[in-house]
Every structure is written in structure tokens, then in C-alpha cells.
């Protein structure tokens, strides 16, 4: 397989939880993260103890091509490259600026998230008809633990999902149990979703 070969394969999509939290961590730099390929590549080198093997590893392509972007032989990445470059660059940018955020929101912080999706519940009545609504609540620390955790452990959009929508419906629609006592809501077709540290 050539070079350009393995930089024209597809990057995988997220999801769109996936890549909202994703977002936030983003939005917590302090400093910004580096914007060439090859400040890119000398960067994750670095968190890789110096083996060019095992940043090609990480961003599915060979070693001689990390090797040319870092001796600035190779200056523009495809599309697909360009992404895992700034993918794993900036999930390893500034670990602890990260952690305290994560740490301050899974214990007494929570986060606000910020979706617009279909919601339809399991009541009757007709304010209780599902429909297409724009949702801004906060999110408990509780429920932002099990969140944080699960993406830590790599988890999937669909196992993100109903934990997600289990926390939007406790702090949004039954206040935390104070009103609608076992009411469920259905979240689904989810058009945007934003979480804030």
C-alpha cells in the first residue's frame, strides 16, 4: 500500500455525543494546540516516547511517511490524515487542564448541555406527544461521571445514548424527582448536542 493509499482511506465517524464531548474538552485549552503537520507529528512522537512506529500506528499510516513529515519533505496531509493528525493531537493536548475539568465536573461541577433532538415520552396527554425540542439544562455530577467513564472506556454512541438521555430527562423534565415521577422520554433523532464544562 503507498503512502497516498493509506492517507485516502475514510476517517471513522465519531458520533455525534462522541464528538460534542470531544468539543468541550477542546474549548478548555489553555495555550493552542499545534497547527502543522509536522509540529504535529514531532508533538505526538514525543507522547510516544520517540517511536515514529507508534504514531503511525496511531494514525493509520506508514512510518516512512511520518518520518517525511518530520524531516519536512511532506508539508499537506490528506483530508483523512489532516483529521487523525488533529484527532490524536489534541487528545493528548494539555492532559491536565483536562483532568481538573473532568475531575471538578464528575464530582460537584456537573456540565450544561446544550441538544436539539426528538423527545416523546411514555405518559399520555397531548403536551406529552413526542416533538423536536431545543434543550439547555445542567447535568448532574452523577450522571456526568457515568458519562466520562464510559468514554474513557470506549464506549459507543450507542452506549453514550441512553445515559445521556437518562440525564436530560432527570434534570430537564422531572426536575431531579421533584415533578413526573417515573416519566421516560424517548430522545431520538438528535440534530445537535453540546456539552460545557
Same mark, same amino acid.
Given at each position: /500500500?503507498?503512502?497516498?493509499? @493509506?492517507?485516502?482511506?475514510?476517517?471513522?465517524?465519531?458520533?455525534?455525543?462522541?464528538?460534542?464531548?470531544?468539543?468541550?474538552?477542546?474549548?478548555?485549552?489553555?495555550?493552542?494546540?499545534?497547527?502543522?503537520?509536522?509540529?504535529? /507529528?514531532?508533538? =505526538?512522537?514525543?507522547?510516544? %516516547?520517540?517511536?515514529?512506529? !507508534?504514531?503511525?500506528?496511531?494514525?493509520?499510516?506508514?512510518?516512512?511517511?511520518?518520518?517525511? &513529515? =518530520?524531516?519536512?519533505?511532506?508539508?499537506?496531509?490528506?483530508?483523512?490524515?489532516?483529521?487523525?493528525?488533529?484527532? *490524536?493531537?489534541?487528545? *493528548?493536548?494539555?492532559?491536565?487542564?483536562?483532568?481538573?475539568?473532568?475531575?471538578?465536573?464528575?464530582?460537584? %461541577?456537573? /456540565? /450544561? #448541555?446544550?441538544? $436539539?433532538? &426528538?423527545? %416523546?415520552?411514555? !405518559?399520555?396527554?397531548?403536551?406529552?406527544?413526542?416533538? @423536536?425540542?431545543?434543550?439547555?439544562?445542567?447535568?448532574?455530577?452523577?450522571? #456526568?461521571?457515568?458519562?466520562?467513564? =464510559?468514554? @474513557?472506556?470506549?464506549?459507543? *454512541?450507542? @452506549?453514550?445514548?441512553? #445515559? #445521556?438521555?437518562?440525564? $436530560?430527562?432527570?434534570? &430537564?423534565?422531572? *426536575?431531579?424527582?421533584?415533578?413526573?415521577?417515573?416519566?421516560?422520554?424517548?430522545?431520538?433523532? $438528535?440534530?445537535?448536542?453540546?456539552?460545557?464544562?
Amino acid at each position: /500500500m503507498s503512502d497516498h493509499d @493509506e492517507q485516502q482511506q475514510p476517517a471513522p465517524s465519531r458520533g455525534k455525543i462522541l464528538e460534542a464531548l470531544a468539543r468541550a474538552e477542546r474549548k478548555l485549552f489553555t495555550r493552542p494546540a499545534p497547527k502543522s503537520a509536522k509540529a504535529r /507529528m514531532k508533538f =505526538l512522537r514525543t507522547r510516544e %516516547g520517540g517511536s515514529t512506529a !507508534a504514531v503511525a500506528k496511531r494514525l493509520g499510516a506508514s512510518r516512512r511517511t511520518v518520518e517525511r &513529515y =518530520l524531516a519536512g519533505k511532506l508539508t499537506k496531509p490528506q483530508k483523512r490524515l489532516q483529521a487523525a493528525l488533529t484527532e *490524536e493531537t489534541e487528545s *493528548e493536548w494539555q492532559p491536565q487542564v483536562r483532568a481538573q475539568a473532568r475531575a471538578a465536573a464528575s464530582t460537584f %461541577g456537573g /456540565m /450544561m #448541555v446544550h441538544v $436539539v433532538a &426528538y423527545f %416523546g415520552f411514555t !405518559a399520555t396527554g397531548s403536551s406529552d406527544d413526542g416533538r @423536536e425540542r431545543h434543550i439547555t439544562t445542567a447535568i448532574s455530577p452523577t450522571y #456526568v461521571q457515568q458519562i466520562l467513564q =464510559l468514554q @474513557e472506556a470506549g464506549a459507543t *454512541e450507542e @452506549e453514550l445514548h441512553p #445515559v #445521556v438521555a437518562q440525564a $436530560v430527562t432527570e434534570s &430537564y423534565f422531572t *426536575e431531579w424527582g421533584t415533578r413526573a415521577r417515573g416519566l421516560r422520554a424517548d430522545f431520538t433523532h $438528535v440534530q445537535s448536542i453540546d456539552f460545557e464544562f
